[in-house]
Protein backbone atom coordinates (compact mmCIF):
# COMPACT_ATOMS: atom_id res chain seq x y z
CA UNK A 1 0.00 0.00 0.00
CA UNK A 2 2.94 2.72 0.76
CA UNK A 3 4.45 1.60 -2.52
CA UNK A 4 1.46 2.28 -4.39
CA UNK A 5 1.47 5.80 -2.32
CA UNK A 6 5.11 6.84 -3.48
CA UNK A 7 4.39 5.86 -6.57
CA UNK A 8 1.09 8.03 -7.02
CA UNK A 9 3.19 10.85 -5.42
CA UNK A 10 5.88 10.19 -7.99
CA UNK A 11 3.38 10.28 -11.03
CA UNK A 12 1.94 13.55 -9.57
CA UNK A 13 5.45 15.03 -9.45
CA UNK A 14 6.35 13.85 -12.74
CA UNK A 15 2.90 16.14 -14.47
CA UNK A 16 4.67 18.71 -13.01
CA UNK A 17 8.12 18.01 -14.30
CA UNK A 18 6.40 17.60 -17.86
CA UNK A 19 4.56 20.95 -17.52
CA UNK A 20 7.49 22.48 -16.40
CA UNK A 21 10.24 21.38 -18.35
CA UNK A 22 7.89 21.67 -22.15
CA UNK A 23 7.45 25.38 -21.26
CA UNK A 24 11.06 26.01 -20.84
CA UNK A 25 11.71 23.73 -23.32
CA UNK A 26 9.73 25.36 -26.03
CA UNK A 27 10.15 28.93 -24.83
CA UNK A 28 13.76 28.64 -25.14
CA UNK A 29 13.85 26.90 -28.39
CA UNK A 30 11.50 29.49 -29.77
CA UNK A 31 13.80 32.58 -28.56
CA UNK A 32 16.40 31.02 -29.75
CA UNK A 33 15.31 30.74 -33.71
CA UNK A 34 13.60 33.98 -33.41
CA UNK A 35 17.33 35.08 -32.88
CA UNK A 36 18.50 33.17 -35.79
CA UNK A 37 16.24 34.59 -38.24
CA UNK A 38 14.07 31.67 -38.44
CA UNK A 39 9.99 32.62 -39.61
CA UNK A 40 7.27 32.11 -37.30
CA UNK A 41 5.32 29.87 -39.80
CA UNK A 42 8.61 27.12 -39.34
CA UNK A 43 9.10 28.09 -35.46
CA UNK A 44 5.75 26.54 -34.88
CA UNK A 45 5.87 24.05 -37.36
CA UNK A 46 8.94 22.32 -35.64
CA UNK A 47 10.12 23.82 -32.21
CA UNK A 48 6.23 24.98 -30.90
CA UNK A 49 4.69 21.63 -32.35
CA UNK A 50 7.61 19.54 -31.54
CA UNK A 51 8.06 21.02 -27.86
CA UNK A 52 4.08 20.70 -27.06
CA UNK A 53 3.84 17.47 -27.89
CA UNK A 54 7.18 16.48 -25.81
CA UNK A 55 5.38 15.19 -22.55
CA UNK A 56 3.84 12.62 -25.39
CA UNK A 57 6.98 12.19 -27.37
CA UNK A 58 8.87 11.48 -24.44
CA UNK A 59 7.02 8.70 -21.92
CA UNK A 60 6.10 6.95 -25.37
CA UNK A 61 9.56 6.82 -26.23
CA UNK A 62 10.91 5.57 -22.91
CA UNK A 63 8.14 3.21 -23.01
CA UNK A 64 8.88 2.03 -26.83
CA UNK A 65 12.73 1.41 -25.30
CA UNK A 66 11.30 -0.71 -22.60
CA UNK A 67 9.68 -3.17 -24.32
CA UNK A 68 5.88 -1.72 -22.75
CA UNK A 69 4.27 -1.43 -25.87
CA UNK A 70 0.72 -1.00 -24.47
CA UNK A 71 1.70 2.34 -22.13
CA UNK A 72 3.67 3.78 -25.86
CA UNK A 73 0.67 3.26 -27.79
CA UNK A 74 -1.76 3.68 -25.24
CA UNK A 75 -0.58 6.78 -24.01
CA UNK A 76 -1.02 8.07 -27.52
CA UNK A 77 -4.92 6.98 -27.85
CA UNK A 78 -5.46 7.96 -24.43
CA UNK A 79 -4.19 11.48 -25.05
CA UNK A 80 -6.16 12.52 -27.75
CA UNK A 81 -8.98 11.16 -26.45
CA UNK A 82 -8.56 13.31 -23.29
CA UNK A 83 -7.45 16.28 -25.40
CA UNK A 84 -10.96 16.07 -27.55
CA UNK A 85 -12.85 15.01 -24.76
CA UNK A 86 -11.81 16.78 -21.02
CA UNK A 87 -9.57 19.52 -22.77
CA UNK A 88 -12.14 20.11 -25.66
CA UNK A 89 -14.81 20.18 -23.49
CA UNK A 90 -13.87 22.03 -20.37
CA UNK A 91 -12.13 24.71 -22.92
CA UNK A 92 -16.14 25.03 -24.00
CA UNK A 93 -17.85 25.47 -21.01
CA UNK A 94 -15.50 28.06 -20.20
CA UNK A 95 -17.71 29.79 -23.20
CA UNK A 96 -18.69 28.99 -26.92
CA UNK A 97 -15.52 28.42 -28.87
CA UNK A 98 -14.76 30.03 -32.33
CA UNK A 99 -14.32 27.06 -34.94
CA UNK A 100 -12.20 28.50 -38.59
CA UNK A 101 -13.36 25.70 -40.97
CA UNK A 102 -10.29 25.68 -43.19
CA UNK A 103 -8.74 23.66 -40.21
CA UNK A 104 -11.60 21.55 -39.47
CA UNK A 105 -11.61 20.22 -43.13
CA UNK A 106 -7.59 20.14 -43.28
CA UNK A 107 -6.78 18.89 -39.30
CA UNK A 108 -10.02 17.29 -38.71
CA UNK A 109 -9.74 15.16 -42.05
CA UNK A 110 -6.44 14.04 -41.49
CA UNK A 111 -6.85 13.20 -37.86
CA UNK A 112 -9.69 11.11 -38.69
CA UNK A 113 -7.54 9.28 -41.41
CA UNK A 114 -5.19 8.93 -38.92
CA UNK A 115 -7.25 7.15 -36.36
CA UNK A 116 -8.30 4.75 -39.49
CA UNK A 117 -4.91 3.67 -40.21
CA UNK A 118 -3.63 3.14 -36.27
CA UNK A 119 -6.73 0.92 -36.14
CA UNK A 120 -6.03 -1.17 -39.33
CA UNK A 121 -2.23 -1.76 -38.28
CA UNK A 122 -2.88 -2.77 -34.82
CA UNK A 123 -5.36 -5.65 -35.63
CA UNK A 124 -2.38 -7.69 -35.81
CA UNK A 125 -1.24 -6.82 -31.58
CA UNK A 126 2.06 -5.25 -33.30
CA UNK A 127 2.66 -2.13 -34.49
CA UNK A 128 6.60 -1.96 -36.91
CA UNK A 129 9.12 -0.52 -38.22
CA UNK A 130 7.87 -0.38 -41.60
CA UNK A 131 4.97 0.90 -39.96
CA UNK A 132 6.13 3.75 -37.86
CA UNK A 133 8.23 5.01 -41.12
CA UNK A 134 5.15 5.41 -42.61
CA UNK A 135 3.73 7.55 -40.28
CA UNK A 136 6.16 9.79 -40.11
CA UNK A 137 6.11 9.85 -44.26
CA UNK A 138 2.35 11.13 -43.35
CA UNK A 139 3.45 13.38 -40.89
CA UNK A 140 5.90 15.13 -43.99
CA UNK A 141 2.58 14.90 -46.05
CA UNK A 142 0.54 17.38 -43.82
CA UNK A 143 3.38 19.55 -43.14
CA UNK A 144 4.27 20.42 -46.51
CA UNK A 145 0.08 20.70 -47.10
CA UNK A 146 0.47 23.29 -44.03
CA UNK A 147 3.90 25.15 -45.46
CA UNK A 148 1.92 25.63 -48.96
CA UNK A 149 -1.15 26.85 -46.58
CA UNK A 150 1.15 29.71 -45.43
CA UNK A 151 -0.43 29.35 -41.43
CA UNK A 152 -0.29 27.03 -38.76
CA UNK A 153 -1.98 27.32 -35.12
CA UNK A 154 0.25 25.96 -32.00
CA UNK A 155 -0.57 25.42 -28.54
CA UNK A 156 2.36 28.08 -27.50
CA UNK A 157 3.26 31.64 -29.16
CA UNK A 158 6.93 31.89 -29.27
CA UNK A 159 8.75 33.69 -26.53
CA UNK A 160 10.26 37.10 -26.72
CA UNK A 161 14.06 36.97 -27.10
CA UNK A 162 16.12 37.38 -24.23
CA UNK A 163 19.80 36.36 -23.86
CA UNK A 164 21.29 33.55 -25.96
CA UNK A 165 22.82 31.52 -23.12
CA UNK A 166 19.80 32.05 -21.35
CA UNK A 167 17.47 31.04 -23.59
CA UNK A 168 20.22 27.55 -24.07
CA UNK A 169 19.78 27.12 -20.37
CA UNK A 170 16.08 26.94 -20.60
CA UNK A 171 16.03 24.54 -23.27
CA UNK A 172 18.85 22.80 -21.98
CA UNK A 173 16.76 22.88 -18.64
CA UNK A 174 13.39 21.94 -19.96
CA UNK A 175 14.78 18.82 -22.09
CA UNK A 176 16.30 17.45 -18.41
CA UNK A 177 13.18 17.63 -16.80
CA UNK A 178 10.82 16.25 -19.27
CA UNK A 179 13.25 13.04 -20.14
CA UNK A 180 13.56 12.51 -16.54
CA UNK A 181 10.20 12.83 -15.46
CA UNK A 182 8.43 10.74 -18.70
CA UNK A 183 11.11 8.37 -17.11
CA UNK A 184 9.57 8.14 -13.60
CA UNK A 185 6.29 8.46 -15.13
CA UNK A 186 7.22 5.19 -16.92
CA UNK A 187 8.41 3.16 -14.17
CA UNK A 188 5.88 4.76 -11.48
CA UNK A 189 2.70 4.38 -14.01
CA UNK A 190 3.66 0.05 -14.59
CA UNK A 191 4.73 -0.17 -11.13
CA UNK A 192 1.08 0.83 -9.63
CA UNK A 193 -0.28 -1.48 -12.53
CA UNK A 194 1.28 -4.16 -11.71
CA UNK A 195 0.30 -3.67 -7.71
CA UNK A 196 -3.36 -2.74 -8.85
CA UNK A 197 -3.56 -6.09 -10.73
CA UNK A 198 -4.71 -3.19 -13.90
CA UNK A 199 -3.56 -3.71 -17.12
CA UNK A 200 -0.91 -1.67 -18.74
CA UNK A 201 -2.53 -0.58 -21.50
CA UNK A 202 -5.74 0.57 -19.32
CA UNK A 203 -2.91 2.63 -17.49
CA UNK A 204 -1.16 4.09 -20.23
CA UNK A 205 -4.94 5.24 -21.93
CA UNK A 206 -5.86 6.67 -18.66
CA UNK A 207 -3.38 7.87 -15.96
CA UNK A 208 -0.61 7.91 -18.31
CA UNK A 209 -2.36 9.97 -21.07
CA UNK A 210 -3.86 12.70 -18.76
CA UNK A 211 -0.66 13.15 -17.38
CA UNK A 212 1.05 14.05 -20.54
CA UNK A 213 -2.13 15.82 -21.78
CA UNK A 214 -2.21 18.39 -18.87
CA UNK A 215 0.27 21.33 -20.79
CA UNK A 216 -2.41 21.08 -23.67
CA UNK A 217 -5.20 21.42 -21.00
CA UNK A 218 -3.85 24.11 -18.85
CA UNK A 219 -2.58 25.76 -22.02
CA UNK A 220 -5.92 25.69 -24.08
CA UNK A 221 -7.92 27.11 -20.59
CA UNK A 222 -5.14 29.94 -20.99
CA UNK A 223 -5.97 30.69 -24.52
CA UNK A 224 -10.07 30.29 -24.11
CA UNK A 225 -10.00 32.79 -21.36
CA UNK A 226 -8.01 35.24 -22.94
CA UNK A 227 -10.69 35.12 -25.56
CA UNK A 228 -8.22 32.83 -28.20
CA UNK A 229 -11.06 30.67 -28.88
CA UNK A 230 -9.66 29.35 -32.35
CA UNK A 231 -6.44 28.96 -31.04
CA UNK A 232 -7.50 25.98 -28.79
CA UNK A 233 -9.67 24.56 -30.99
CA UNK A 234 -6.93 24.32 -34.41
CA UNK A 235 -4.39 23.67 -31.95
CA UNK A 236 -6.00 20.51 -30.12
CA UNK A 237 -6.77 18.89 -33.79
CA UNK A 238 -2.78 19.81 -35.10
CA UNK A 239 -1.64 18.29 -31.83
CA UNK A 240 -3.25 15.28 -31.54
CA UNK A 241 -2.39 14.43 -35.50
CA UNK A 242 1.10 15.22 -34.70
CA UNK A 243 0.72 12.32 -31.64
CA UNK A 244 -0.57 9.93 -33.78
CA UNK A 245 2.17 10.46 -37.03
CA UNK A 246 5.31 11.93 -35.20
CA UNK A 247 5.38 10.63 -31.76
CA UNK A 248 3.82 7.04 -32.76
CA UNK A 249 6.07 7.11 -35.57
CA UNK A 250 9.29 7.09 -34.14
CA UNK A 251 8.57 5.12 -31.44
CA UNK A 252 7.54 2.44 -34.34
CA UNK A 253 11.32 3.40 -35.34
CA UNK A 254 12.76 2.58 -32.59
CA UNK A 255 11.27 -0.88 -32.24
CA UNK A 256 8.44 -3.02 -32.79
CA UNK A 257 5.46 -2.29 -29.82
CA UNK A 258 3.34 -5.58 -28.87
CA UNK A 259 -0.14 -3.57 -28.71
CA UNK A 260 -3.03 -5.32 -26.24
CA UNK A 261 -6.42 -6.90 -27.72
CA UNK A 262 -7.51 -4.23 -25.61
CA UNK A 263 -6.45 -1.34 -27.99
CA UNK A 264 -8.64 -1.59 -31.26
CA UNK A 265 -11.37 -0.40 -28.83
CA UNK A 266 -10.16 2.25 -28.01
CA UNK A 267 -8.99 3.51 -31.57
CA UNK A 268 -12.64 2.77 -32.42
CA UNK A 269 -13.88 5.06 -29.39
CA UNK A 270 -11.19 7.54 -30.44
CA UNK A 271 -12.15 7.75 -34.01
CA UNK A 272 -15.86 8.39 -33.25
CA UNK A 273 -14.78 11.26 -31.43
CA UNK A 274 -12.74 12.58 -34.08
CA UNK A 275 -16.11 12.18 -35.77
CA UNK A 276 -18.45 13.88 -33.30
CA UNK A 277 -15.42 16.76 -32.49
CA UNK A 278 -15.54 17.58 -36.39
CA UNK A 279 -19.09 17.21 -36.83
CA UNK A 280 -19.74 19.56 -34.82
CA UNK A 281 -17.21 22.03 -35.20
CA UNK A 282 -18.36 21.82 -39.34
CA UNK A 283 -21.83 22.56 -38.87
CA UNK A 284 -21.88 25.14 -36.65
CA UNK A 285 -20.26 28.23 -36.28
CA UNK A 286 -19.04 27.64 -32.60
CA UNK A 287 -18.27 24.70 -30.22
CA UNK A 288 -21.14 25.60 -27.74
CA UNK A 289 -21.26 25.27 -23.99
CA UNK A 290 -23.70 22.24 -23.80
CA UNK A 291 -21.44 20.45 -26.64
CA UNK A 292 -18.80 21.13 -24.90
CA UNK A 293 -20.45 19.44 -21.50
CA UNK A 294 -21.48 16.21 -23.96
CA UNK A 295 -17.58 15.73 -24.85
CA UNK A 296 -16.76 15.86 -21.10
CA UNK A 297 -19.21 13.61 -20.45
CA UNK A 298 -18.21 11.07 -23.08
CA UNK A 299 -14.63 11.02 -21.80
CA UNK A 300 -15.22 10.72 -18.49
CA UNK A 301 -17.05 7.74 -19.48
CA UNK A 302 -14.81 6.01 -21.59
CA UNK A 303 -11.94 6.82 -18.86
CA UNK A 304 -14.10 4.41 -16.63
CA UNK A 305 -14.60 2.02 -18.25
CA UNK A 306 -10.54 1.94 -19.83
CA UNK A 307 -10.11 1.45 -15.77
CA UNK A 308 -13.05 -1.21 -14.73
Known sequence: ?????????????????????????????????TRLGVSRLVVGLTVVAFGTSMPEFAVTTEAALAGRGDIAVGNVVGSNVFNLGFVLGMTALLGTLDRTRRFVRRDGVALALAAVALLVLIQDGRFTRLEGGLFLLGLLAYLSIVVRGGSIETVAEPAEPTRPLADAARLLVGLVLVVGSARLLVASASAIAAAAGVSEWAIGVTVVAAGTSTPELVTALVAARRGHSGLSVGSLLGSDLFNILGVLGIAGLLGPLSV???????????????LLVVALLWTGRQLTRLEGAALLVLAVIRWAINLL
Not at 10 to 18: D, H, K, N, Q, S
Not at 260 to 274: D, K, N, Q
Request: hydrophobic share 60%; proline share 4%; aromatic share 6%.
Open 1 to 33: MASLSIDAVVIAATIGGLWIGARLLVDGASALA
Open 260 to 274: SPEAPRSVIWLFGTV
